[in-house]
């Protein structure tokens, strides 16, 4: 009974670090996790080895989907976007907020637009900074029951590069060809969680020393071109580096090497977010 008591005692401590906002009570909370798991295992069995099993089954679980949702998965090869009318306040009652803290800083709204595939649709509302020749972009997903918003921040030079500044909650699904560098910052809640991207967007752009001059500018017809060659790009280089291979009918599917490669992106998540 007292080793009954022991485990639920961690379990409990672990759940409490993790209603803290701050990160490294929250982590604390996870690896309270993994002790409990550890010493459940190890007390059922009486084997340190089983013990540490109980601690690496959290890091095969991703596995599970790997090899059964993904493993069946298709990805366009080519996203085309359409005009549409923003998600209702009760959807995505974050984008007035934002929208009008973007002006305030200096932007400019270009287009309200998005795609559908599969399980996956995705709303886009496009804003344009010209002193800075930066371009804003605020996402809502709906996948799978699962609804969720971030925010991009985009500069282009002349040259070719693809500088990006986000607050997307999880690590990139793709590799990234050369020219392309995403900056990712914790999540912001509330006023000012944009204009805290802004100024982390301006700083990576800075360190570049690309004037303004040499950064490409981008009108609303622009928009749609551009997201397709950057997606377009990207797949290129995932297949030649054999991320993802051809699947017919204009899809690509994930290779056993980019089963691994996005196993590895889940726990690299699940260390950062724990």
Known sequence: MSKILIVVAVVILAVACRTYRTPAIRRLGSVGILVASFLGAYFISGSIAIGVGGVLFWFLLPWFEILTRIREMRLPMERTLDDRMAPSSHLFPELDDLT???EEAGFEQLSDCGWNWDETDQFVRFLWWEEDRTQAAFFFTEQEGINFYHTALVTRTIDGRHLLTWDYPFSYTLQLPDGMEINRIEPGEGPGSFARLVEAHTAV??????????????????????????????????????????????????????????????VRDMVRLG
Not at 224 to 229: A, C, F, Q, S, V
Not at 238 to 251: F, H, M, P, V, Y
């Open 100 to 102: 009008e803290e973007a």
């Open 205 to 266: 752009v800075e360190t570049t020393g690309c004037p303004v001059e040499d950064r490409f500018q981008v009108s609303a017809d622009d928009l749609g071109r551009l997201m397709r060659e950057d997606m377009r790009r990207q797949i290129e280089h995932n297949l030649d580096t054999g991320i993802i291979k051809s699947a017919g009918e204009g899809t690509v599917r994930y290779t056993t090497k980019g089963y691994f490669f996005l196993w590895f992106q889940i």
